[in-house]
């Protein structure tokens, strides 16, 4: 069975990547997506931490993320395409890739280029990182 890991960041080209993702499952049949939005752990500096609770973070932090989520899911829910989600956290590249081993999955689907502009003149960093850290397919999506 394949199984896709499609890491999305909000930008046009991951929600590309999202509908290249369910044509492939469609055309293999029985095929799972999973969805994952994934960012650097927050940086509180000095008095910000004593103003603004770990909780209060979290929660906006989770606000955030299901934001990400929310058109991607839609795609494949209006697809009727089976799908996961996850939010991962620490360096995006890395946990891309430990997340897509630790669910076994076939292969990444992910856009070219992401939300920020700076280091995407020709291919997005993270992409660029993803494919040199898996072992396994990666299709990238313009």
Known sequence: MQK??????????ALRAVR?????????GGASIHLA??????????????????EKIEAFQREHSDAI???AETILK??????????LIG?????????AKKLR??????????????GNLVMGS????VIHLADLPVTLVK
């Open 105 to 118: 999955c076939t292969a990444i689907v992910m856009g070219t280029r992401g939300m920020t502009s700076i």
């Open 37 to 54: 939005y994934a960012h650097e752990p927050p940086r509180v500096y000095g008095e910000i931490a004593v103003y603004v609770p770990a």
């Open 69 to 71: 989520l929310a058109a």
């Open 126 to 129: 993270i992409a660029t990182k």
């Open 91 to 99: 360096d995006v590249a890395p946990a891309i890739v430990e997340h």
């Open 20 to 28: 290249h993702a369910m044509a492939m499952a469609k055309l293999v």
């Open 78 to 87: 209006d697809a009727g395409v089976p799908h996961t989600k996850d939010v």
């Open 4 to 13: 896709l890991l499609v890491p999305v960041d909000g930008s046009e080209n």
